[in-house]
């Protein structure tokens, strides 16, 4: 639901081609109501590695970072900085992200 209070949605609207091997999305500065954030993807082969500087200031927010693999293939891992994750149809949830992350989904 877009108006979830606290909730911030990343990466929802792109299209699943930006997902493929070799591309990249960067996003900097980004202004959001919780504060500027930034993240960026690049994609391999195999992998999808997206880098998330959650909003600086103010209270924590709940991430939802949507990741559309172009093929529809549920990824065989996801890790979050480094620990294991879960990815609930195409999004990861991070509860109250505070810090940076980095969000790795094997496929």
């Given at each position: 639901d877009d108006q979830e209070p606290g909730a911030l949605w990343l990466l929802r609207g792109c299209p699943r081609r930006w997902f493929a091997p070799g591309q990249s999305i960067v996003v900097e500065?980004?202004?959001?109501?919780?504060?500027k954030m930034a993240l960026r993807t690049e994609a391999t082969d195999d992998t999808v590695v997206i880098d998330v500087e959650p909003p600086a200031g103010g209270a924590a927010v709940d991430l939802?970072?949507?990741?559309?693999?172009?093929?529809?293939t549920a990824p065989k891992s996801v890790t979050?900085?480094?620990?294991?994750?879960t990815m609930e149809q195409e999004t990861v949830v991070?509860?109250?992200a505070r810090g940076p992350y980095q969000i790795r989904c094997q496929y």
């Open positions: 500065d980004a202004p959001t109501f919780s504060g939802r970072v949507v990741v559309r693999h172009p093929g529809r979050v900085n480094g620990a294991p994750g991070l509860p109250q």
